[in-house]
């Protein structure tokens, strides 16, 4: 049976009711937090703002503290409520998804610590341009995906499984204008691996947000989309709705 | 679970077919009323062989009636109306050719207390096969035994089969029961209730006891315990005001339901 946003707020136990919505504003704060610190990393790259990108690295250390609060609340409910069909659903789908949320973190960080050797360095701005511009797609995608899971969106969560090949083929064309960048002149080395690695985060948190979409999909169908190709999915029947 | 069919969903949100797996009972179109009052309206469902089928539902959903119309227990009551069909393993169980007595051997049934008779361990499981007469005592006594190891109790009483059954703990009389019930060699076992009057290592007894048993019989298993239901059987079916809503594989049933009814109900929601 499909769900919608009121249906963990109807059981008999009022308390259960609470605890459920306490899961889900949890990963919903986790999921803003870590949105900002990818923009924030970013930003920080693209501003030359050193004392930005060092606070994102502080910060991870708050995201991963989210994480344990979540999976540790995630395993009272499972304990203490023993939850079926969607109420298991989404027990499952938030430890998951702050999994992804918590990888996410992992990869801003690692932005924020190329940027502070790239600002040092200071070796000019080769592949910003693409940094930019597949930073923005991947923000959007990790906020799509946010608002697919709070709102229970499959057809946002289906576009999202699809746009993932798109970075993926705007992260391989960055990386081959770069390797040009590298054969040309061997000192940018140093610094365009640097921008690689700013691009491969990118890239994963790209992943990432696809996890978090496929989530949605089976917290409100029950249908495991993992691992299977997006051309391949039934859209009619993950967007429908059933009785 | 790979060995399960893929069940093939009728309209009406139950299931009526079983592609792969044999049926044991099978019910057509049962409507049962005590009196004026429906317990039962049009249930159409099959019970796989060799496999754990639990009814759930609220308090007189009919799901106590419908385990009990299999082993024909409403024919004591002479104001039930009965309309439909039961089949086991084929047969009419109200055909004229079918003997009570004779398919309540077949069908045996424990009820929610233990009900073991005033008598020693050992006569209590023997009652059955004296009754049914033409074993001698070493043959008894093997058949004690193999009913009381097939109920898990063996271990726990063979130094005191001539102690009365009142001695036994709770837990204890009721796999007695069961034992009882399997010494006389049925096909199915029908369970109501089976582990509600018992403390939660009894009730873990009797559950192992269930998973166990389904190698050598089908059994039926009504329970207000939904985690119990998901612990144990092989298929749900969920029933509410005296009609079947669905019925499924237990894995998906507690996972996925399909209609807002079910999940409703093994979600602890106001409907």
Redesign the interface.
Known sequence: MDITSESHSQHISRQFNHELEELKTHLMAMGGLVEKQVQDAVGALLESDSHLAERVVENDRAVNDMQIKIDEECTQVLARRQPTASDLRLVLAVIRAASDLERIGDEASKIARNAIELISADTGHRGFVEVRMISEHVRRMVRDALTSFARLDTELALKLVHEDDEVDSEYGSAMRSLMTFMMEDARSISSVLSVMWILRALERIGDHANNLAEYVVYLVKGLDIRHTDPDDLDEQSIVTRKR | MSDLMPPAMAPSGTILAFKREASCLEIEGLCLAYGDKTALRDVTLRVPRHRVTAFIGPSGCGKSTLLRALNRLHDLNEDVVRQGRIRLEGSDIHGPEMDVAQLRRRVGMVFQAPNPFPMSIYDNVAFGLRLQGGLRKRQLDDAVEEALTAAALWEEVKDRLRASAWTLSGGQQQRLVIARTLAVGPEVLLLDEPASALDPISTLKIEELIRNLKASLTLVLVTHN??QA?RVSDYTAFLQQGELVEYGPTD?L???????R???Y?????A
């Open positions: 939904m985690q998901a998906s507690f996972t996925n339901p399909r209609l807002a079910t999940e409703n093994i979600t602890g929601r106001m």
